[in-house]
T-cell receptor
Framework: QKEVEQDPGPLSVPEGAIVSLNCTYSNSAFQYFMWYRQYSRKGPELLMYTYSSGNKEDGRFTAQVDKSSKYISLFIRDSQPSDSATYLCAMSKAAGNKLTFGGGTRVLVKP | GAGVSQTPSNKVTEKGKYVELRCDPI?????LYWYRQSLGQGPEFLIYFQGTGAADDSGLPNDRFFAVRPEGSVSTLKIQRTERGDSAVYLC?????????????FGAGSRLTVL
């Protein structure tokens, strides 16, 4: 079993809908949680970065971390076709440690 | 430079050949990471440099893989006796130290195909 599990999708939604993404993990030592967006043939791009449990909002994006359940989520409001990409969750045990990634969820927002 | 630069963007080689992949990080970023991403998978950690030294090389799959960063800036990932299973996108990322250490900026990757 992988340390970080993520549904591969694809997840198809109509434009304007809320996109809901999540990851589960098994190692309670993870303290830092990130979401990356990756377009085809590009490198991952950091979207959200949170430390420990709680919520964080940035524009149309909301990240949630529930360490007691070992579950993290990303919500994208008012989704746009330009949000069509693969979304990767990532986590680390300490600042400067290696990141452990989920397998990525492919999202398609249809106009 | 403005971002992380990786060369070549594409490399096709034959089984058994030697390959070098280069990463030029963001100026001033002391930490540099190499990851490998297979089709449909998330990136897998290979090695991490803090300055010139490898702080964690636990992800290197075997002794055919080696990476250097002699002056604390540009890094080269070296793969000897390539195998078809080495085919993947090799991603490089860099970050600041300390508080910014988890904020990685990735390059576009070097796509390696071993025939």
């Amino acid at each position: 079993q992988k340390e970080v599990e993520q549904d591969p999708g694809p997840l198809s939604v109509p434009e304007g809908a809320i996109v809901s993404l999540n990851c589960t993990y098994s190692n309670s030592a993870f303290q830092y949680f990130m979401w990356y967006r990756q377009y085809s043939r590009k490198g991952p791009e950091l979207l959200m970065y949170t430390y420990s449990s709680g919520n964080k909002e940035d524009g149309r994006f909301t990240a949630q971390v529930d360490k007691s359940s070992k579950y993290i989520s990303l919500f994208i409001r008012d989704s746009q076709p330009s949000d069509s990409a693969t979304y990767l969750c990532a986590m680390s045990k300490a600042a400067g440690n290696k990141l452990t990634f989920g397998g990525g969820t492919r999202v398609l927002v249809k106009p | 430079g403005a971002g992380v630069s990786q060369t070549p963007s594409n490399k096709v080689t034959e089984k058994g050949k030697y390959v070098e992949l280069r990463c030029d990080p963001i100026s001033g970023h002391t930490a540099l990471y190499w990851y490998r991403q297979s089709l449909g998978q998330g990136p897998e950690f290979l090695i991490y440099f803090q300055g010139t030294g490898a702080a964690d090389d636990s992800g290197l799959p075997n002794d055919r893989f080696f990476a250097v960063r002699p002056e604390g800036s540009v890094s080269t990932l070296k793969i000897q006796r390539t195998e078809r299973g080495d085919s993947a996108v090799y991603l490089c990322a860099s970050s600041l130290a300390n508080a910014g250490a988890n904020v990685l900026t990735f390059g576009a990757g070097s796509r390696l195909t071993v025939l």
